[in-house]
Each structure stands twice: as C-alpha cells, then as structure tokens.
C-alpha cells in the first residue's frame, strides 16, 4: 500500500540554524500539507500546498517557514531560523482530492528538537 | 471557540468490551467532514474513519463506527471488541467547505488517550 515518506525521522538543531524537513507524498496525490504537533498538544495546520503554490497558510506560517515541491516527488518544509518553540512533531500529509471526504494520508512524522 | 472539542482527556476500557470517544463541533458551515485518526506511542497518524455532514447513515470501518448526531453537532467513535493493540491517542478532525475556498486542512480536538485493559 503507498505511504507517505518523511526523512529525517529526527532532526536536532541548534537555534537560530536552518533546517529542512522532507517528505515523499503519495505519487498520485494533488494536495499537500504540513501539520505540526508540540509535545502532549494537538495537531496544528500549518500550510495546503495545492498546483504548486500555498493555497493556505496559518498564522503560525511566518516569513520563517516556506515550503517548496522541488520536483515531482518531494515536498520539503523549511524553517530558516530556528528557534526553541519549533521544537514539534511535524508531519507531512497528502490527499489526491482536496473535496471534504478525502482522507489525509500522513507521514510518520519528523521529531524536531531545537536546542 | 474551539471548532472541536474532546471532553475526555483519558479513557479506559476492559479488552474485547466496546468504548464511545467523545466529540463535538462547531461550524456553520453545512458542507464539512468528520475524521478520526489514531496516534499510537509511535507517533504516526492513522486514518481511520470519515463521516461527511449530508451522510444520513452513520459511517462504519471494520470495529470503528461513527455515531453522528448532526443536531448536536456530535461525532462520537466507538470501538466495538476492543484489543491491546487499541490503546493510543485519537483526535478527532474536521474538515469546512469555507465557502468553497477550502484545499482540506484539517482541525484537530485535543485527543483522547485509550488504555486498553487486559
């Protein structure tokens, strides 16, 4: 069964460094998002990424963060300047349509710890 | 206002018996989705179970099922024949229309964390 990827697992970094979280999105899906995760906390959306460009960003998406699909397969999340608060779980999710009743597919998830 | 709400932070319940997980919304929209998902130790989000807001039958997957009371903006997961293997946290999410303008971000309740007895 096709899954969502995400690489690295876990990623620690020191504040204030630049990081780059990747992930590998169901080939055939159209729509992608990031979601994070602080410890013990629920989910939070973070970004929709939809025909090559932000379809929508929450207030949580500063000028910190952008996300680019480089090529036909990968959909990377970057963080330019680290700081201690984005320390989270990030995860990668993708679905073929964007309509109400399809499912998002997530990844395993990156464990980001800024130090 | 919390779009949605999980009123039971923990939740316990004796192998192979059936247990209800909470969950309420808030929209006005008339068009959205209801999911949940499964977060076991490991971190990983599962999908496990959908119900969309014009479907008059409740939703079933397997030992999931979806008991939506759309007057009461509910959407409570039951498990029926509950296994070790159940034990994990589980969100539940939804999906608005957002005046057609909406690419399918979920939001998030704060979770529910099942322990499973033996």
């Known amino acids: 069964e096709p899954e969502v990827t995400q690489t690295p697992s876990h990623q620690v970094t020191q504040m204030g460094q630049e990081v780059i979280l990747r992930c590998v999105p169901i080939s055939n899906h159209l729509y992608f998002y990031w979601y994070r995760q602080i410890l013990g906390q629920k989910v939070e959306f973070l970004v929709s990424f939809y025909n090559n460009e932000i379809s929508e960003k929450s207030e949580i998406f500063d000028d910190q963060f952008s996300v680019e699909r480089p090529d036909g397969s990968n959909f990377t999340l970057k963080i330019r300047s680290t700081k201690l608060e984005d320390s989270a779980m990030y995860f990668c999710?993708?679905?073929?349509?964007?309509?109400?009743?399809?499912?998002?597919?997530f990844g395993p998830g990156t464990r980001l710890t800024v130090t | 206002a919390q779009k949605i709400t999980q009123t039971q932070p923990g939740m316990f319940v004796q192998e192979k018996e059936a247990v209800t997980l909470d969950c309420t919304y808030d929209t006005s929209d008339q068009s959205y989705g209801l999911f949940w998902y499964k977060q076991p130790s490991s971190g990983e989000m599962i999908f496990l179970i959908y119900?969309?807001?014009?479907?008059?039958q409740n939703a079933t997957e397997g030992r999931y099922s979806l008991n939506f009371q759309k007057a009461r903006k509910s959407a409570n997961l039951v498990i029926s024949a509950s296994q070790l293997g159940d034990s994990a946290m589980y969100f539940c999410?939804?999906?608005?229309?957002?005046?057609?303008?909406?690419?399918?971000?979920?939001?998030f309740g704060q979770g529910t964390i099942l322990t499973v007895h033996p």
């Open positions: 119900q969309g807001s014009y479907d008059e």
């Open positions: 999710a993708s679905t073929y349509l964007g309509g109400l009743s399809s499912g998002q597919y």
């Open positions: 999410a939804m999906r608005e229309h957002a005046g057609g303008t909406s690419y399918g971000k979920l939001t």
